[in-house]
Nanobody, 123 residues
Framework: QVQLVESGGGLVQAGGSLRLSCAAS????????MGWFRQAPGKEREFVAG????????WYSDFVKGRFTISRDNAKKTVDLQMNSLKPEDTAVYYC????????????????WGQGTQVTVSS
């Protein structure tokens, strides 16, 4: 069993920064890829960023590439998302997620979700 708890969301002005953190419980955290997803009102949940089990490879959706950075600390069992140059269209509930696989993550491979944290970017 794995539990994921996000923190760090809030209200920020356009151009500002936020750092989201996800704390995981469970002994298998370091064995699997992790990721961040988001869901805006009236829209489907979408992939934002992913990181392999070792942290050695990361990948991003085009709409956040160059602005967001995902990282993980297996010793602390945390996954962070540093978000810079935020835009109003980044407003959404952000979810931390664990994959069944070691090197990939998408909505089909997620087996555990966090409860989500709200990010609101004002213009």
């Amino acid at each position: 069993q794995v539990q994921l708890v996000e923190s760090g969301g809030g209200l920020v002005q356009a151009g500002g920064s936020l750092r989201l953190s996800c704390a995981a419980s469970g002994r298998t955290f370091s064995d699997y890829a992790m990721g961040w997803f988001r869901q805006a009102p009236g829209k489907e949940r979408e992939f934002v960023a992913g990181v392999t089990w070792s942290g050695g490879w990361t990948w991003y959706s085009d709409f956040v590439k160059g602005r967001f950075t995902i990282s993980r600390d297996n010793a602390k069992k945390t996954v962070d998302l540093q978000m810079n140059s935020l835009k109003p269209e980044d407003t959404a509930v952000y979810y931390c997620a664990k994959s069944r696989g070691i090197n990939t993550i998408d909505t089909m491979t997620v087996d555990y979700w966090g409860q989500g944290t709200q990010v609101t970017v004002s213009s």
